[in-house]
């Protein structure tokens, strides 16, 4: 094995996650970011974005199974979506496993993303050939949302890089609001909510928490373990109009559904919104 490594660092100079290079397959400075994807034996071919990484193909079930399941399994009518971001692909896959959902509209601002994706991530990317209501649009998520019409869409995802670069503005309270706007009246809004160990990631928490909750009368954060993130747990946001995830999750409604899932199941729903204390303290201070 060749002693090439990808090193995401976590804390500047003390912390960081290395995935050693087994093949390097794609290189590129694209107009909005660095694009790299390569092999690594154990976590298969990964992608990463201005030096953090997006997608593994070992662990994307888990978090593409919790971006998209649990706001589904709480209102099982949901037709209309809007997904920020997700140029890799494995949130519309999941979304599009819903026979009744109706259109997927996707907003990547990134078309190289979407072309690399395509030719060395088809487990994620295939969906782009494979779906008929998926209509990509490539394009910024801030632009697309203040533009979009009110009361639109029923669920926004927000598959969005940090917020740095180009997903800064996914970060804002503009957006959300004018999320809230394109929403029907119960639209439900899932958001990157990082990780919360590091403190510079537990600021960036309560950040994003503090505005989302200026903005939906619901704001709810859930967790999940994936393997090649930083700290190996990542949380969302489940915001809405008017569902509580645990009170309004439709657990049989979701199960007769008969989806197979690797990650996302009615229990692990509950107990991804049971938080730890010091969680609870970084969001009570939002
Ligand atoms: N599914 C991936 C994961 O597992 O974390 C996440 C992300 S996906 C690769 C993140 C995408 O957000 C990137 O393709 C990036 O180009 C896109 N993005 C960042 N800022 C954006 C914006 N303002 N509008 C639309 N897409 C944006």
Redesign the pocket.
Known sequence: MADIWFNEHHVTGSVKLGLNIQEILHIEKTP??ELQIYRNETFGVF?T?DGFL??TEKD?FV??DMISHPALAVNPTIKNVLI?????G??AREIARYNHIEKIDM????GA?VEACKKYLPSTASVYTTEPRLNLIIG???QFVAEAADCTYDLILV???DPAG??E??FTIAFYENCYRILKEDGILINQHECAFHDLDAIQMQKAHSKIKKVFPIARVYGFNIPTYSTGYWYFGFASKKYDPIKDLKTEQWENLGLKTKYYNTDIHIGAFALPTYVKEILSKA
């Not at 907003?107 to 990134?110: N, P, Q």
């Open positions: 909005f970011q992608m974005l997006q997608v994307e978090y593409h920020i971001g997700g140029g890799d494995g949130s907003v990547e601002i990134d993303v910024d998520g801030v598959d969005s890089t180009p997903g503005g996914l």
